[in-house]
């Protein structure tokens, strides 16, 4: 099973910019989504962005205009450049692969998890 690592996560003030990574551990589906999820305590996890093989790429409202997801081929790994960051974007962030498009960011439909990162946003 293909393993993913995340890291870049921390913490800043309202107005300021982090960048998460993620590295897979090998290569995996000939087509693919990865993506990038969020979740609170209590809450359930959600879509943040995501990007096909292709270069197609979906992200969430609340993030559309801040965020950029992109991907390194070579190095395997997924990025994700999150700017003008509110406190309400504070939550566990997880790296996701699977098979196939993007699935509008199901994570039901996602089989592949890191372990998470935290990114912490004051006010």
């Known amino acids: 099973q293909v393993q993913l690592v995340e890291s870049g996560g921390g913490s800043v003030h309202t107005g300021g910019s982090l960048r998460l990574s993620c590295t897979a551990s090998?290569?995996?589906?000939?087509?693919?989504?990865m993506g990038w999820f969020r979740q609170d305590p209590g809450n359930e996890r959600e879509g943040v962005a995501g990007?096909?093989?292709?270069?197609?790429?979906v992200y969430a409202d609340s993030v559309k205009g801040r965020f950029t997801i992109s991907r390194d081929h070579a190095k395997n790994t997924l990025h994700l450049e999150m700017n003008s960051l509110k406190p309400e974007d504070t939550s566990m962030y997880y790296c996701a692969l699977k098979g196939g498009g993007c699935d509008s960011l199901d994570t039901k439909r996602f089989p592949n998890w890191g372990q998470g990162t935290q990114v912490t946003v004051s006010s």
């Open positions: 090998e290569d995996y589906y000939p087509y693919y989504c």
């Open positions: 990007i096909e093989s292709d270069g197609i790429q």
